[in-house]
Every structure is written in C-alpha cells, then in structure tokens.
C-alpha cells in the first residue's frame, strides 16, 4: 500500500519545505495504528515542539480525521472513521492519501471529543 503522507509547517523556519511531503510503501492490510507506527507518527517524522506539548490531527484524503497524536502521549488515539481499514481510504490501485494537521498546544483530550462527536 503506497502512503503520500503531508504535514502542516509548525513556524515560518519549517516553511522551506512545505508540505513536508513523503511516499512510503507499507505491506498491504495494516491497520491505521501500525500505518502510523511504520511512518514514523508521531515520532521521528513530526517535529518536537518546545515545552513538550503538540497535538496533531491525522486526515484522509477528503479531510476526515482519523486520529489524534499528541507529543506527550504514547501513541495515536482513533476517531471512529479511523478504525475502518485504511486501505479504504483509496480508489482501488491508488495511493492513500494522509495529512497531519498541526493543531498547535491545544488540549489533545479536548481536541479528541471534539472530533470524536457524531456529526449533526
């Protein structure tokens, strides 16, 4: 499964090279955690912030958020469309589209219900 991965700028220094753009393979079939993991989310592949607090949204190719990172937590937390198989996210053959919304220091806790409310 071929990734384009993009994540926002965190300062004007980072705008250089903006989108901070990727393609990775992975083996077909994983799921969105262990995607994650294998593309280095959160760490190596986002910048540490200073103060040791950033929150980050991953989105699919049509803006869906899929999960919540944050650098002071261990791992991803899913939002509910991001527990469906993350090969779904493409057209058959095509690639998986994945950008990381900086979300500054805001609340990830706060930023996770927020996304994880039912739509009205």
Known sequence: MRILLTRDSVAA????DAPHG?????????DLPAALT???LPRPRLPLIGGGRATWVVRDADGSPLA???QQ???????PAGREP???AAEPGAA???HVEYRRQRDPDAEYELLARPAR
């Open 96 to 98: 998986v589209r994945l």
């Open 13 to 16: 220094g980072d705008d250089a």
């Open 73 to 79: 937590w261990p791992g991803p937390r899913l939002l």
């Open 68 to 70: 919540v990172l944050a």
């Open 22 to 30: 990727a393609t990775v393979d992975l083996p077909d079939g994983l």
């Open 86 to 88: 993350l090969a779904g």
């Open 38 to 40: 294998a593309l280095g």
